[in-house]
């Protein structure tokens, strides 16, 4: 089930970051006391009591700005906007009420979406409350008094956002067909993918970066089956600042990617694998999803024998933390092994909902054992019980043992290769929970 998106919005220099890196639990976002120091959006997950969601940080809103980071980053935060299921709108009670909050609060408001109205560096209740009601006259509803940097006043938000949840969970259960997600930088092409797939222009392509304004989802038959394409793309902008204009995919990306069983990083033949391309591949990566590397524009590269072989070594090389993602060459012009894409994301599809019974595991894993003792440490060896199978999407394994302080990543990832060279598990990711068990249990 895909994660609501809580989105973090307001002025710059309100505390947005400061509030963000404490509820996500780790310093993310760069904090400064600069306007506009947080540039692009930054995401994190976070659990409250029962309910995960995924929250966004966003530049800070100037509503009338001609600086361009300025406006860069407004724009920034309208796609946050668009794309979140509940707006955290933060305010600063030192600076009390001004013009430009009633500003963004216009902007919130026709976004039609809760809003959370949140006053920040309520340090001292007794001494600020007579403050905090003055942001009564926004007119969006209570405000909620939060000091980010002391954590205080984080229960109440919280519960206040989770309220505003949407219960999903009914329909997606009814809803069975796989989803693809499509993503990649602007202008690699996953408009034209769609539209080949399709066999007819139902999205607009356009050789201008960022065309597609909004994620689109497309059902499709193919082979008697149905799958629903989530087509993303970033934001319709003519900036020279190529840059700038990359980061505006990666939030739509979280979005999609939370709402995908098969995931399609789109990566422009030409170009290779860049530094965006990567980070949209682990945010895919991170999610357990099921991964397709697909190389567009293969039909403009000049070839020889090697090609294949050296381009993919290249992507592998730059894309090392996801050696089981699936690569493939194709052109959306041409249609050159468009065929071939079906047929890897049905296999990735059959691999993501793979059960291996406990019984057949368990000798791979005494074979993996046996061929490879597990680490010890001042003279306590780690020793393994068993292992078992508990869900899909991603495959999970939880391993029982002795010591988990034993438990090396190296040696997770040596029975990772052994599952993998007995099962293949092709173009997706495993996880594996380490679990403590007394030889006496």
Not at 33 to 62: C, H, N, Q
Not at 154 to 159: A, I, M
Not at 196 to 202: I, K, T
Not at 394 to 421: A, C, G, Q, W
Request: glycine share 6%.
């Amino acid at each position: 089930m895909s994660k609501p998106i809580v989105a973090i919005v307001g002025r710059p220099n309100v505390g947005k970051s400061t509030l963000f890196n404490a509820l996500a639990g780790e310093r993310i976002s760069i904090v400064k006391d600069t306007p506009g120091v947080t540039r692009d959006r930054i995401y994190a997950d976070v659990t409250w009591l029962d309910k995960s969601f995924t929250m966004i940080d966003t530049g800070g809103i100037e509503p009338e700005s001609k600086d361009m980071m300025l406006k860069y980053m407004r724009e920034q935060a309208e796609i946050a906007i668009a794309t979140a299921d509940v707006i955290v709108f933060i305010t600063d009670v030192r600076q009390g009420l001004v013009d430009a909050d009633g500003k963004v609060c216009d902007m919130l408001r026709k976004s039609k979406k809760p809003v959370i109205l949140t006053v920040n560096k309520v340090d001292s209740f007794e001494k600020y409350m007579a403050d905090v009601y003055e942001f009564y006259n926004l007119g969006i509803g209570e405000p909620i008094p939060v000091s980010a940097a002391n954590r205080m006043g984080f229960g109440e938000l919280l519960d206040e956002i989770v309220k505003h949840f949407p219960d999903t969970s009914s329909e997606e259960e009814e809803d069975e067909r796989p989803r693809i997600a499509i993503v990649g930088k602007p202008n690699v092409g996953k408009s034209s993918i769609v539209n080949r797939l399709l066999g007819e222009n139902r999205c607009i392509v356009s050789d201008i970066a960022g065309t597609t304004r909004d994620a689109i989802d497309t059902s499709l038959k193919y082979d008697g089956r149905e799958y629903v394409f989530i087509d993303t793309a970033g934001l319709r902008r003519k900036s020279k600042i190529k840059e700038e204009i990359e980061k505006f995919s990666i939030i739509r990306t979280v979005s999609a990617v939370e709402r995908a069983d098969v995931v399609v990083v789109v990566i422009d033949a030409g170009e290779g694998v860049t530094e965006q391309d990567a980070k949209i591949a682990g945010i895919a990566h991170d999610r357990g999803k099921g991964i397709i590397v697909a190389v567009n524009k293969w039909d403009s590269i000049e070839k020889t024998d090697k090609s294949v072989y050296e381009h993919e070594k290249k992507i592998r090389d730059i894309l090392s933390f996801m050696p089981y993602a699936e690569v493939i060459f194709i052109s959306a012009l041409t249609g050159q092994r468009m065929g071939r894409l079906f047929e890897c994301i049905e296999t990735v599809i059959q691999n993501q909902n793979l059960r291996i019974k406990t019984g057949v595991i368990n000798e791979i894993l005494m074979e993996a054992v046996a061929l490879s003792q597990p680490p010890s440490d001042k003279g306590k060896r780690l020793k393994i019980y068993y292992m078992t199978q508990v869900s899909v999407k991603p495959p999970t394994f939880v391993i029982f043992v002795n010591d988990k302080e034993l438990m090396h990543f190296s040696y997770v990832r040596y029975l990772e290769n052994k599952i993998r060279e007995a099962f293949g598990f092709k173009g997706t990711s495993l996880k594996f929970i380490i679990r403590e068990k007394n030889e006496n249990d």
